[in-house]
C-alpha cells in the first residue's frame, strides 16, 4: 500500500517571505501523480499544484512550484511570496491509476501559519 | 461554475435518528466521493460513485448508505450513529473517474457537513 509522509506538522512564514513543505511517499508502482492540496479555515479543500509521474520538469502554478524527486520519492511544495491567504493546511496526496483507480492518499497535512 | 454544494453545513443528530446529507453538482461530473474528515486530520475516503453506480465502499459500516439518484446529486443516509461518527463530511466530485490524456481528472471538493453525533 501507498503512504505519504508529512514530517512537519505545523509551519510558519513572514509574509513575502518564502516557505517550503515537506512530503515524501512510498511506493512500488511507477504510474502515478501527486497533489497538493489546501484548506483553508473555511473548510473547502482546493487543488495547489499537481505533479505527474512521467514528468521529469518540476509543476508551477504561480507562486506555487514543487521539488519533484523521483528517485528519493520527494515532492516538496514551495511556497515564494507568502500572502496571509495563504494561511492553511496543507495536504500532500498521492494517486495510483495503476491499482487504486481514484483513490487519494493523503499525508496528515502541514498547518501553516503565515504572519504579518 | 467550479462549485459543489454540501447541505446542510451543520447538523445535530441523536444516536436513534435517521438523517441525511445532501451533495449537488452541475458540472456535468460522472464521479463523485465521500470523504470523512475528523479535526487537523485528511479526508478518509468511504464512498466513489462512477456514472451514477458505486465503485468503491471503503468497507464503511452500513449505519452510512449511500444514494446516488441522477448525476447531479449524491445522497449519505446516516442512521444509528455513534459519537465518534462526528466529524466534517466532504463531498467531491470529478469529471470522470481515471484519467485523460495522461492527467488524472482533478476532483473538486465542496464545503462539507459538520455533523455532532450526541
Known amino acids: 500500500a501507498q503512504t505519504v509522509t508529512q514530517s512537519q506538522p505545523e509551519m510558519s512564514v513572514q509574509e513575502a517571505e518564502t516557505v517550503t513543505l515537506s512530503c515524501t511517499y512510498d511506493t512500488s508502482e511507477s504510474d502515478y501523480y501527486l497533489f497538493w492540496y489546501k484548506q483553508p479555515p473555511s473548510r473547502q479543500m482546493i487543488l495547489v499544484i499537481r505533479?505527474?509521474?512521467?514528468?521529469?520538469q518540476n509543476a508551477t502554478e504561480n507562486r506555487f512550484s514543487v521539488n519533484f524527486q523521483k528517485a528519493a520519492k520527494s515532492f516538496s511544495l514551495k511556497i515564494s511570496d507568502s500572502q496571509l491567504g495563504d494561511a492553511a493546511m496543507y495536504f500532500c496526496?498521492?494517486?495510483?491509476?495503476?491499482?487504486?483507480?481514484?483513490?487519494?492518499?493523503f499525508g496528515e497535512g502541514t498547518q501553516l501559519t503565515v504572519n504579518p | 461554475d467550479t462549485e459543489v454544494t454540501q447541505t446542510p453545513k451543520h447538523l445535530v443528530m441523536g444516536m436513534t435518528n435517521k438523517k441525511s446529507l445532501k451533495c449537488e453538482q452541475h458540472m456535468g461530473h460522472r464521479a463523485m466521493y465521500w470523504y470523512k474528515q475528523k479535526a487537523k486530520k485528511p479526508p478518509e475516503l468511504m464512498f466513489v460513485y462512477s456514472y451514477e453506480k458505486l465503485s468503491i465502499n471503503e468497507s464503511v459500516p452500513s449505519r452510512f448508505s449511500p444514494e446516488c439518484p441522477n448525476s447531479s446529486l449524491l445522497n449519505l443516509h446516516l442512521h444509528a450513529l455513534q459519537p465518534e461518527d462526528s466529524a466534517l463530511y466532504l463531498c467531491?466530485?470529478?469529471?470522470?473517474?481515471?484519467?485523460?490524456?495522461?492527467?488524472?481528472?482533478?476532483?473538486?471538493f465542496g464545503p462539507g457537513t459538520r455533523l455532532t453525533v450526541t
Open positions: 496526496a498521492y494517486r495510483s491509476e495503476e491499482t487504486s483507480g481514484s483513490r487519494l492518499t
Open positions: 467531491a466530485s470529478s469529471q470522470r473517474p481515471g484519467t485523460s490524456g495522461g492527467a488524472p481528472y482533478e476532483q473538486y
Open positions: 505533479q505527474e509521474a512521467y514528468k521529469q
